[in-house]
């Protein structure tokens, strides 16, 4: 049983893009922008990364799939709301989506609203190239690269290993930030 997603995605950007540098073009990845095509995949994959949680509930399927529902949409509709210019991003690998890159350029840094990987392609490298790759673009322009990543996320290890340092303490998340090396 899937429960229906009534969300405004936004409209693929023509103005802005990211192609794949070096790192994630050598693993097969590619970006395109999303379309309302996508929103099963996408609802798919955030109930991916909470799996997790919901494992520990009590609750039946048709319960967590209605509060995935609800937690999905409240979550896009927020980052589309405060992060209005940013890249909305499908990952792809061979042509298949893999996951998801949301991307915003300010002008003083690089934030990463949310990048997710499918569990059948995380372990493999990804990631790493991936976030290599935007710090590297970040680095070209004089930028740090930040993100919000939970506490608890097993993928903190990942972000401390490339150099990701803990700017601010925001509760359940660290804001953290690979620095600008002038």
Excluded at 58 to 87: G, V
Aim: with cysteine; charged share 25%; aromatic share 8%.
């Amino acid at each position: 049983m899937t429960t229906a997603l009534a969300i405004d995605l936004p409209m693929p950007q023509t103005d802005k893009s990211l192609a794949p540098r070096a790192r994630a073009a050598a693993r097969g990845i590619t970006y395109r922008a999303l379309h309302s095509g996508d929103l099963p995949f996408l609802a798919s994959l955030y109930r991916s990364t909470r799996e997790a949680e919901l494992a520990r509930t009590p609750w039946t399927e048709a319960n967590k799939q209605a509060f995935i529902a609800m937690q999905f949409e409240a979550q896009h509709r927020h980052y589309q709301e405060h992060y209005p210019d940013a890249l909305w991003l499908v990952i792809e690998r061979d042509a298949r989506p893999v996951g998801r890159l949301y991307l915003e350029r300010w002008t003083r840094e690089h934030r990463i609203i949310d990048i997710a990987l499918i569990p059948e392609v995380q372990g493999q490298g990804l990631g790493s190239a991936v976030l290599q790759d935007l710090m590297e673009e970040a680095q070209e322009v004089g930028k740090a690269l930040s993100i919000h990543v939970e506490k608890e996320n097993p993928a903190m290890r990942l972000y401390h290993r490339l150099g990701f340092e803990k700017r601010e303490d925001k509760g359940v998340y660290d804001l953290m930030e690979h620095p600008c090396q002038t």
